[in-house]
């Protein structure tokens, strides 16, 4: 009996949960987010399509072409990804003769967040944490760094080049690439986007996610990537960013302390007390850690990291 009771309240449970309505960008019970933009407007006689939005727009239609939504547009015989997809279906703007009012999805009129959510309609699969991202959060929404129509940058519709766009809020950040070691980003060498994924991860600052974080560096540092047969536990423990500044230092490697013995110290403190190396004497001003432990992000030949 006890379980035929459970039966059914997890049937009534279920059944509830299948009633529960949606809510939309304004907190409004009705459709979600992504289909606010529609207004429930279905009807293909709603749709005017491009050509009839070009005769008004033309001055857009002559960057469109290179535009990479156009070619989603060709994929689909002309029928894909094209004016209305994005700002709703068009007849009752037309009709109007251009009043503004009647555009479905006005992208100046909206919220971040509904903005992102236009933009994941389609981009959810590629982007599928941006909504729980910093940028997200903080209300940097798409158009904060994309143009469909007025791209800078043609391939990624980047309203502005990397750094450049990046550094447009990130200015702390600014400066640490202007040090006397640095990563040449400045130089164009490499790219914010390089390090970071703007729109999410699961790791702090949107540093790109990989099974060894320390990929990040040794996609490029190839020569510390190992396995090695004796790993520097540091690595491992802390990763590359316990020793170095990823953006850029005064002092040589980009190493965090301008003293290789200081920062060796901050892990292994104890040995400043043996016999080589007397803390009265002051262990920085002696010869430094690497002279003797050469390879120091990994050995295949000696614990003790010497070659």
Do not use: W
Not at 43 to 50: I, K, L, T, W
Not at 63 to 70: L, V
Not at 78 to 101: F, L, R, Y
Not at 193 to 217: A, E, M, P, W, Y
């Amino acid at each position: 009996m006890k379980r035929l009771l459970l039966s059914v309240a997890l049937i009534a449970l279920l059944l509830g949960f299948s009633k529960v309505t949606k809510v939309n960008a304004a907190g409004e019970p009705g459709q979600s987010q992504a289909a606010v933009a529609q207004k429930g407007a279905t009807n293909s006689a709603d749709y005017v399509g491009s050509d009839t939005c070009l005769t008004c727009h033309a001055d857009i239609g002559k960057t469109f072409p290179d535009n990479p939504h156009s070619r989603l547009a060709l994929m689909h015989g002309g029928h894909g990804v094209t004016c209305e997809s994005c700002h709703g279906p068009g007849k009752a703007h037309v009709d109007s003769g251009g009043d503004p009012t009647k555009v479905v999805f006005r992208f100046t009129k909206m919220t971040p967040a509904q903005i992102d959510a236009q933009c994941l309609t389609c981009h959810a699969g590629t982007h599928p944490n941006f909504e729980r991202s910093p940028h997200a959060k903080a209300g940097i929404n798409c158009l904060s760094c994309h143009s469909v129509h007025e791209a800078k940058v043609s391939e990624d519709l980047l309203v502005q080049a990397q750094p450049q766009l990046c550094e447009s809020c990130h200015a702390d950040v600014k400066g640490q690439f202007d040090m006397p070691f640095h990563h040449p980003v400045n130089e164009g060498v490499v790219k914010c986007s390089d390090c970071h994924d703007v729109h999410g991860t699961f790791q702090r600052v949107n540093l790109r996610s990989t099974v060894d974080q320390n990929k990040i560096c040794t996609r490029c540092h190839t020569d510390v990537r190992g396995p090695f047969v004796f790993e520097h536990p540091a690595v491992k423990a802390v990763g590359c960013l316990g020793c170095h500044s990823p953006h850029g230092s005064q002092n040589a490697r980009m190493l965090n302390m301008p003293s290789i013995n200081l920062l060796c110290n901050q892990c292994h403190s104890p040995v400043s007390q043996g016999t080589f190396h007397s803390v009265s004497e002051g262990s920085q001003e002696l010869t430094p850690c690497t002279s003797c432990h050469t390879m120091i992000h990994g050995s295949n030949i000696n614990q003790a990291f010497i070659r």
